[in-house]
């Protein structure tokens, strides 16, 4: 038993002010609220719950800044994945779980409390598979074990290379798999978790290029007790392929063709109709945003305002790793919708900030997303963030998230996970040993490319 005491915390009801949060065995057992900090009691002027990355390709954080400088003809999406697919050959198993360390350091220094892993990098440089065909999957729970993350794996289901299931590319041989080989893949990405806290296994088709619906179908029958993910309309191209295979958009097929619904996490969904978005949100499907990732490739823009408008759940996800940051993630959300609408505050609703309206949002959407619970209240996990203000400023309740988000006024402190601390100050302790050994595997691998 310990506790903790915020002058301001953020809870389901809103800002409740001193407040003594009480964690037994890794959960929140209780939440008063006017009370006065015990002896031993740690003490923050506000805290707020973790937040869920929902959508995270951990080796892609190796090519960070690799990939800025223009090619021989125009550089887009597709360009960008010719030189990703050239990078994920390189690598062992080893700098996968040293790629993966490092940034789930950065993420718990920057407020993330859970990562969602949408792993595709399972076999061997060959294609073939390891003695453990889940070796990789090994390495990202390592890699989580040795940080602290909360992880929910989402071990990737790959076989085509376009709509209509066309036989892969040599290109994708590292990340191929049949209804046989993945069922195999995930019971052992079942084991690789087993010891993790609060740990859950889902599943995602990589995208309609990659699965068929009927092998869609056959992955839901396996055994598994985590959510579904999969990309789907980021590219207009993609949904000008999807609409000369079956005559519909990617997520109005998908929609159509499946039961997709609060258990599923549609990555992107940029391009989307009016119908397709209203369809999406009163299913309870998911959208898992990634608004850095979606900048830095040139997507598009998500239809934000009339999604949260039919109640659609959001959620965000660092994605490609480019940049780890949960203020940063959140204020490109923002400021995707006001070129797009020429209006201030686009997403801010039931009477709340910007801030608050975008962290309470993919906060509850995040943890649903990645099977897992949020909220500073009695009962739940006990993962929660401290924030500290840059100056003495006296920032009150939605001010101290729109300070966060926009105003670059606050900065991490604490991070708890399950209830352990592993950020104090805004540093992991491990944070040097990793970084060191990140280096080392940079080097290396820059000195392939
Ligand atoms: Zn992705």
């Known amino acids: 038993m310990m506790a903790i005491f915020g002058e301001q915390v953020l809870t389901p009801d809103g800002w409740a002010e001193n407040v003594r949060i009480v964690v037994d065995a890794g959960r929140i057992a209780s939440v008063e609220p006017n009370s006065t900090a015990g002896a031993?009691?740690?003490?923050?002027?506000?805290?707020?719950?973790?937040?869920?990355?929902?959508?995270?390709?951990?080796?892609?954080?190796?090519m960070a800044g690799l990939t800025e400088m223009p090619g021989p003809g125009s550089d887009n999406f597709w360009s960008w994945r010719d030189l990703m697919y050239r990078f994920a050959l390189s690598f062992s198993p080893d700098q996968i779980e040293a790629v993966a360390s490092q940034l789930y350091v950065e993420m718990l220094e920057a407020g993330f409390t859970r990562v969602g892993e949408f792993h595709y990098l399972h076999h061997d440089?060959?294609?073939?598979?390891?003695?453990?065909?889940?070796?990789?999957?090994?390495?990202?729970a390592a890699?989580?074990?040795?940080?602290g993350i909360g992880l929910t794996l989402l071990p990737v289901f790959y076989a085509?290379?376009?709509?209509?299931?066309?036989?892969?590319?040599?290109?994708?041989?590292?990340?191929?798999?049949?209804?046989?080989s993945f069922g195999r893949l995930l019971e052992g990405a079942r084991k690789a978790v087993q010891t993790l806290n609060q740990s859950k296994v889902g599943i995602a088709p990589h995208s309609l290029r990659a699965a068929t619906i009927e092998?869609?179908?056959?992955?839901?029958?396996?055994?598994?007790?985590?959510p579904i993910h999969i990309h789907i309309a980021e590219q207009v191209k993609e949904v000008e392929d999807s609409i000369a295979f079956s005559g519909q958009r990617p997520v109005e097929y998908l929609l159509a063709n499946s039961d997709a619904d609060s258990r599923w996490c549609f990555i992107h969904a940029t391009h989307m109709t009016d119908a397709e978005t209203i369809g999406m949100a009163k299913r309870g499907?998911?959208?898992?945003?990634?608004?850095?990732?979606?900048?830095?490739?040139?997507?598009?823009?998500?239809?934000?305002?009339?999604?949260?408008?039919?109640g659609g759940a959001i959620s965000v996800g660092s994605d490609s790793n480019v940049q780890i940051g949960v203020s940063d993630e959140l204020r490109q959300l923002e400021y995707s919708q006001r070129p797009l609408h020429r209006a201030r505050n686009v997403i801010a609703t039931h009477?709340?900030?910007?801030?608050?309206?975008?962290?309470?949002?993919?906060?509850?959407?995040?943890?649903?997303?990645?099977s897992h619970e949020s909220g500073i209240t009695a009962g739940k996990p006990a993962d929660f963030v401290s924030l500290k203000p840059v100056f003495d400023a006296g920032y009150k309740a939605d001010q101290v998230l729109d300070n966060w988000i926009f105003g670059e006024g606050m900065s991490v402190d604490g991070v708890w996970v399950h209830g352990r601390k592993l950020v104090s100050e805004g540093r992991h302790p491990a944070r040097e040993r990793i970084g060191e050994r990140f280096g080392g595997v940079m080097k290396a691998l820059l000195s392939q490319h």
């Open 40 to 62: 031993g009691d740690e003490r923050h002027a506000i805290i707020v719950p973790g937040m869920a990355n929902v959508h995270s390709h951990a080796f892609q954080r190796a």
């Open 125 to 140: 440089k060959n294609g073939g598979h390891y003695a453990d065909i889940a070796e990789h999957s090994a390495r990202i």
């Open 143 to 147: 890699a989580a074990h040795a940080t």
């Open 160 to 180: 085509h290379s376009q709509f209509g299931g066309q036989a892969p590319g040599e290109g994708q041989r590292r990340f191929i798999n049949d209804i046989d």
């Open 215 to 226: 092998e869609i179908r056959e992955l839901q029958r396996l055994d598994f007790d985590g």
């Open 285 to 310: 499907v998911v959208a898992g945003l990634c608004p850095i990732t979606e900048a830095n490739l040139g997507d598009g823009f998500f239809q934000a305002p009339l999604f949260l408008e039919h």
């Open 351 to 370: 009477g709340r900030s910007t801030g608050r309206t975008l962290f309470d949002e993919a906060a509850t959407g995040g943890a649903k997303a990645l």
